[in-house]
């Protein structure tokens, strides 16, 4: 799938160090991703990164001159490069090392400045993220782990390497991790003083599982990709993301705590358990409105006569935003709340209906009706109503998008009653 464009990522200045690691064809992914992304990427390259991939790679996917020596020109055939950029550590919003080598580290821990990475190292301002990579002995050498140590104590960000199999054939820590992952590195680095800075959303998501017996459960269609998109966006609005799945195979947005649930009743506990000071509550998840009476303990067997059925009973699950609102009457927490509407006829009169009865700030209704909006695909269509009558109707459109403009006004909810 293409990577989808990212608003944090929009114009902003990515430096991309890379250094002389068998990893540095992984590098060429990252640079591509956040291309796509909307970053700006300059990549700078070690004499000992092109022995393994050449700067033409980067050029191709970044679209933009690659930076190899000090003593180069710039483009504009002015100032040599390590003093035109100079600027461009200054300018940028981020630089990121990845791989980064035990040299490159040990270079930066101790100020050296002896290439045109290591001096941009030295004149960014932004946030520096390095991502180690390197044979799992080097990784764990005193010598690394206390260059390391220097390079945190300095506010530096580590992204710890993986576990596995090196090129070396030898196994432990020191792989570079995957894209993904640096995606995320990067996208909390830059999250931080964003609209929700310093503040903790808990986010539902998913649909809950109900067990019948040891191998059934009644469940639904949902597949938690709205609820997964709004942890990701009030990550990137700089807020600490509790996020209660009942989903295990959607990739969780880094950063976010996952608290793993199945039934309505464990969703119930979860979200009671971290209510306490949060600023809200966003309930994204399907969370079943019955379940099966009483749980076989064994495999439910059929009869041999082909013509009886089974009557199941089924009893009400506990309704967890109507338990939220008792909660918060007395308490105050959490500050706002969010809940979803998920409808197949009169949309606005049944979220309407759900706001009140739930004491709701807000209500995402969507119309399932519809094919390419709800459940299972990426894209939705819903309208967003208020506690004060407001209605804003949002034309089809990515589930990330949705929501960031959730997330935006769930942020200027929680300003309002935060003073
Ligand atoms: O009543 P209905 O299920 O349509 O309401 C949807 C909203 O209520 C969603 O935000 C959902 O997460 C929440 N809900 C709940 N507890 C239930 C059922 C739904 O909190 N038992």
Request: proline letters at 5%; hydrophobic letters at 45%.
């Amino acid at each position: 799938m293409a990577q989808e464009h990212i608003t944090l990522l929009d114009n902003r200045r990515v430096i991309l160090g890379v250094t002389g690691s068998i990893a540095a064809y992984k590098a060429a992914d990252l640079a591509s991703k956040l291309t796509q992304a909307g970053a700006l990427v300059d990549v700078i390259m070690t004499e000992a990164a092109r022995q393994f991939v050449t700067p033409l790679t980067f050029q191709s996917v970044t679209g933009r001159p690659v930076y190899t020596t000090m003593w180069q020109a710039d483009s504009s055939g002015g100032l040599p490069t390590h003093i035109a950029h100079v600027g461009l550590g200054e300018g940028a919003d981020l630089l990121i090392i990845a791989p980064a080598t035990a040299h490159t580290l040990a270079r930066l821990a101790h100020g050296l400045a002896d290439d045109l990475l290591s001096v941009t190292a030295l004149a960014a301002r932004g946030p520096v993220l390095v991502a180690p990579a390197m044979d799992g002995g080097m990784y764990a050498h005193p010598a690394t782990q206390a260059n390391l140590d220097i390079l945190r104590s300095r506010g530096v960000i580590v992204i710890e390497p993986d576990e596995g199999r090196f090129a070396s054939g030898l196994v432990g820590r020191g792989r570079l991790p995957e894209t993904p992952a640096l995606l995320g590195a990067i996208r909390l680095a830059l999250a931080r003083g964003g609209i929700l800075a310093g503040r903790r959303c808990v986010i539902t998501a998913g649909g809950t599982r109900e067990p019948l017996d040891p191998v059934r459960h009644l469940t639904n269609r949902s597949s938690g990709k709205q609820g997964y998109a709004l942890a990701q966006a009030a990550l990137d609005a700089g807020a600490a993301v509790t996020l209660i799945s009942t989903v295990r195979d959607l990739p969780v947005p880094v950063g976010a705590d996952v608290v793993r649930v199945d039934t309505a009743a464990e969703m119930l506990a979860a979200v009671e358990a971290h209510l306490p000071g949060a600023d809200a509550l966003i309930m994204a998840a399907a969370v079943a409105d019955f379940r099966p009476a009483s749980a076989a303990e064994q495999k439910i067997k059929k009869s041999d006569d082909p013509a009886e059925g089974l009557h199941l009973e089924l009893a009400r699950t506990p309704d967890i935003l109507l338990a939220v609102r008792a909660q918060r009457d007395q308490t105050g927490w959490p500050r706002v709340v969010v809940g979803f509407a998920a409808e197949s006829e009169d949309l606005l009169a049944n979220a309407q209906g759900k706001l009140a009865r739930k004491g709701l700030d807000l209500i995402v209704a969507n119309d399932i009706s519809a094919p390419d909006a709800g459940f299972e695909v990426d894209t939705n269509r819903v309208v967003l109503l208020d506690a004060h009558g407001g209605q804003q109707a949002l034309d089809l459109t990515s589930k990330a998008r949705v929501a960031e403009i959730v997330i935006e006004r769930v942020a200027s909810l929680v300003i309002e009653r935060s003073g």
